[in-house]
């Protein structure tokens, strides 16, 4: 801040208001909505020069949607229901990017939402009870309650490699995607990380480059996604089913609209279990393993004989057998890690330009000033591409300085793993709803029921006129240890993935979102709202 701006905004200038929200993604607006439905007075700080959050950052070639597009949109108005028209059953980046401004446009969101103001500190005020903000360019705003809607996967991650800053070419990491672009067409690109993001860039880009180089340490199961196009009669069919669509999603696990078979897979004869296997296989998205047996997505047997037809479904379709060994995966179990879905990604690998490199076998030593060497080799390069995942939940977290009571800090206080109640409070940090810990899943049909529950806390507080609503010490410390215990068993907690914090060197591992299904979840939350916000002290 410089001291100009600091004498600027004099105390009484500082602008005040009932909730501030940080981030204008897809919670960030839907919060601000909700909360002048509630009465609330409320403004969103964000740090991009347009609203959409991930699909504002995350423009690299290739990225879209891996849930079906119309069980991720905004289900809270039948009029945006009933006139935006997804175009494909799979949308892509750009079009999400303006169904998102579509909605700020539609709801007159913008007047209260700044752009291209980055909140670097939240600090509660105890004598006042409240937050106060301050932007990178020194402005401050107050206001009772704070929402951080900074999103589970907005840190973007780059592994701390030697020479890193000494690269001549062009580098950028997929979820900071310029949003001029990146000029790729004859280009010898390198790839680093075969996650969701990098599987999706590798198969758009090897269409344009020159030579691809695809540094790969642990091969994942990915699944053709089979996008297409949204007809006119479907069109009219999915709109006419939007109750039964959202109604599907509140009840499935992971709020997405594929059901399980009850049936374990071990339970009928080889030939009916590939048989589902690979009628599933024809069918579009997530449905390959959300509609298969139930236990296909447990740790166990049925889970090993899935993960072998898909690796011989890659077997498959790469020519050269040794490359096709190198992209089966053979290090974690089937459904532990996010399965990524493509759309031709392993057949790229049998074009003639693309070469992929074992970075376990021969790890990266260094980035040059021509391009990237392993142990075993140099590879030059004209850009680099770091599709190296994120410092999932608590990163995007971290980089606001948020102080609560006693001068303790967030990031101190969740520097072995969060501790929050339900994911949405940390106690000692007073009406500070941290909403971006508690989804899971299909993202905007977890991150609606979740903002409704919050801001009508917030309406508990004020219409009961407490001042103050903030997590027990006690639940907390229950809440933790039933993360630690249930987070343990799942399947999402076995591999060394994101979900668990495992991608980032020396950060503690453990289960950063809830170890509960979707309706699992909900149904806490509104018996603890039903309880007069059991766990929650309110003064
Ligand atoms: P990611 O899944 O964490 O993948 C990061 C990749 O970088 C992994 O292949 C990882 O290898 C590799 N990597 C990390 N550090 C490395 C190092 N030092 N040397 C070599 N390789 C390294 O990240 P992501 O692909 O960005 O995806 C993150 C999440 O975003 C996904 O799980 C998904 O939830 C979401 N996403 C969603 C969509 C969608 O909905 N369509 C699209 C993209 C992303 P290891 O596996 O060995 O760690």
Known sequence: MTSTQQQSQTA????????????AGVTGLYALWRLRQLGFSAHSFEEGSGVGGTWFWNRYPGCRFDSESYTYGYSFSEELLQEWDWKEHYSGQPENERYLNYVADKFDLRRDIRLNSRV??????????????????????????????????????????????????????????????????????????????GVQLITEIAKEVSHLTVFQRTANFCAPLRNSPI????????????????????????????????????????????????????????????S????????????????????????????????????????????SKRLPCESGYYEVFNQDNVLLVDVREAPIERITPAGIKTKDAEYDLDVIVFATGFDAVTGSLNRVYIRGEGGQTLKDKFANGPRTYMGVQSAGFPNLFTINQASVGNFVRAAEPLVDWVTEAMAYVRDNEYSLISASPQAEEEWTQHVADAGAKILRSQADSWFVGA?????????????????????????????????FLLQ
């Not at 106060?132 to 589970?152: C, H, K, P, W, Y």
């Not at 071990?266 to 024809?282: D, K, N």
């Not at 053979?330 to 459904?335: A, E, I, L, N, V």
């Open 12 to 23: 009484e200038e500082i602008e005040q208001y009932d909730v501030i929200i940080i981030g």
């Open 231 to 290: 007809e006119d009669e479907t069109q009219r069919e999915i709109k006419e089913s939007f109750p039964e669509i959202f109604k599907k999603c509140l009840e499935t696990p992971g709020s997405f609209v594929h059901e399980f078979d009850p049936r374990s897979a071990m339970s009928v004869t080889p030939e009916e279990r590939l048989e589902q296997y690979e009628r599933l296989w024809q069918k579009s998205g997530f449905a390959k393993w959300l």
């Open 503 to 535: 991608n980032i060197p020396g950060k503690a591992r453990g289960l950063l979102t809830a170890p509960d299904t979707a309706p699992v979840m909900r149904a806490k939350r509104d018996e603890v709202a039903a309880n007069g916000y059991e766990g």
């Open 292 to 335: 298969n047996f139930y236990d296909v997505m447990m740790p166990g047997e049925a889970n090993e004989d899935y993960a072998e037809f898909f690796r011989n479904k890659i077997r498959e379709r790469v020519n050269d057998p040794v490359v096709a060994e190198m992209l089966v995966p053979k290090t974690h179990m089937f459904g």
């Open 120 to 197: 670097m500190s939240a600090v509660f005020d105890e004598n006042e009870n409240c937050w106060e903000v301050v932007m990178e360019d020194g402005n401050r705003a107050r206001g009772q309650f704070l929402v951080t809607s900074v999103g589970i996967l907005s840190a973007g991650y780059v592994p701390e490699f030697e020479g890193k800053d000494s690269f001549k070419g062009v580098s950028c990491h997929t979820g900071r995607w310029p949003q001029e672009g990146v000029d790729l067409a004859g280009k010898r690109v390198g790839v680093i990380g075969t996650g969701a993001s």
